[in-house]
């Protein structure tokens, strides 16, 4: 018998939980998978019910600490010397975590510096003081968003960002909306009083799905599929060139929430894939809300791979070392000015802000002109970027010492150099393009380098006489 989510199916909602049927694949995927689950959102959304609701219906031996008010006592229980004198023992109570099956974090940016360290191999190895905690399968925490986060308006006084290597741990990472990310349906739901105080019991429905998938999932994984495993490799590998971190932990842990949401919904589309994608980023744990544009970069990048899509040749577009090697790959492999400006857009979005406009410089005359394989929003994109290198207007400012000696500004002493062993339409193309990056305050690492990939680009052009 298949148990896997049929579309519109809502087994958090049969447990009376509202407002999570978006994010229902990914806590669904952290049931089967196991691995620890952090819920951030606003005070009053739903964040511990959803997860004490949880305990309840899987019938779990739970505990629920607040990090703010809990001491490392309250965790192994009192320390008591055996009475031979060989050793130490806690002394047990009905709060201590020896014997819980899934414990719940609560308020887990609000920790002690102290106690947050020591969570470290509670979440991540399921132990405490080096013994093994053998009962426990669920390691979950809430939090509200980090104080001064864009996450929320309200500023949450004491919320902290979370260490980034304790962030690092959890696999999976839900938002829960407040009220105005609410369906109405899902309004009039949490708003009705009546369900209060009631048990979760779903009539074990939930417990025996997840036992199904637990097993799909323990089979699956010595042979994870191989698409999967391209997805998530070329995904990090195209974040981390997009300076969004994705440590060699969390690319494996991402491969076993996608392994276990195709198993919980029993598909594999696009939408739930990168769903999962965005849900293991930990970032907005620690503040940073990673930039959307190139996590879907990535997405469509890692997607078009994987499924071994015609357009792969945006691979090895993005994936060329030099901007001239790149623009060679536009030229030659691109048929289709769709796939051409999709592969433009995630070009500027994954690479650094001087890169990326010493590519838009080199190549927006030629976009301009119809000369590239691109539709009229990859002309657009490009030229957004390089049309005002090429009609430069603007003021330079910088700071002095008081009293002090008059000084140039400071990234035109390192550009002039580059600029002054130019000669020609090359030096004033040079001139140009640092001047711009000294106005809009874009530091490239290697002006010489980066100088000679945009007369290595122009000159390509000219050769095909496409500029």
């Known amino acids: 018998m298949s148990h896997a989510t049929p579309a519109g199916a809502m087994r958090l909602a049969s447990l009376g939980v509202w407002g999570f049927d978006a994010q229902e694949p990914i806590v669904l995927a952290a049931l089967v998978t196991e691995d620890p689950l952090l819920l951030i959102g606003p005070s009053g959304t739903g964040k511990t019910y959803l997860l004490n609701t949880l305990s309840e219906a899987l019938r779990l031996e739970h505990r629920h600490y607040n990090a703010s008010l809990i001491s490392f006592d309250d965790l192994v229980g009192f320390p008591f010397p055996e009475s031979d004198g060989t050793g130490v023992k806690f002394l047990e109570t009905p709060a201590t975590v020896w014997g819980a099956e899934s414990v719940l974090i609560d308020e887990i940016s609000r920790c002690k510096p102290e106690h947050q360290n020591r969570l470290f191999s509670l979440v991540h190895e399921r132990r405490l003081q080096g013994i093994a905690l053998d009962r426990l399968r669920y390691r979950w925490a809430a939090m509200n968003p980090c104080t001064g986060s864009d996450q929320s308006p309200d500023d949450y006084t004491g919320s902290e960002p979370l260490d980034p290597a304790l962030a690092d741990r959890f696999a999976l990472f839900v938002e829960a909306a407040d009220w105005s990310g609410l369906k109405r349906r899902e309004q009039r739901k949490i708003t009705d009083p009546s369900g209060e105080g009631r048990i979760a019991d779903d009539g074990g429905a939930l417990a025996a799905a997840l036992a199904q998938w637990r097993s799909t999932f323990l089979q699956a994984l010595p042979d994870c599929p191989a698409w999967i495993i391209t997805y998530v490799s070329e995904a990090t590998d195209a974040l981390n060139q997009a300076r969004i971190r994705i440590s060699p932990r969390r690319a494996r842990l991402m491969a076993r929430s996608l392994l276990a949401a195709t198993i919980v919904s029993g598909h594999k589309r696009q939408a739930l894939v990168r769903s999962v994608l965005k849900a293991s980023l930990p970032h907005m744990a620690w503040g940073r809300e990673p930039d959307i544009g190139a996590v879907d970069a990535a997405h469509r990048l890692a ?55 010493a590519f838009a410089f080199a190549t927006t005359p030629a976009a301009v002109a119809g000369n590239l394989p691109l539709t009229a929003d990859g002309v657009n994109d490009l030229a957004r970027i390089g049309s005002p290198m090429l009609d430069l207007d603007g003021t330079l400012r910088w700071q002095e010492r008081l009293n002090g000696p008059t000084t140039p500004h400071p990234e035109l002493t390192r550009y002039a150099e580059v600029i002054r062993k130019q000669r020609g339409a090359r030096k004033a193309r040079a001139s140009q393009f640092f001047h711009w990056c000294a106005l809009e ?27």
Do not use: Y
């Open 303 to 357: 997607w078009s791979v994987a499924m071994e899509s015609p357009d792969r040749w945006i691979h090895q577009f993005l994936a060329a070392g030099t901007l001239v090697d790149k623009l060679k790959v536009l030229l030659d492999q691109c048929r289709d000015p769709d796939t051409g400006s999709q592969a433009v857009a995630q070009l500027l979005a994954s690479e650094n802000p001087a890169r990326a406009a």
């Open 441 to 467: 305050e874009v530091k490239p690492e290697k002006p010489e380098q980066l100088e000679q990939e945009i007369q290595d680009c122009v000159a390509l052009l000219r050769r095909r006489n496409l500029s």
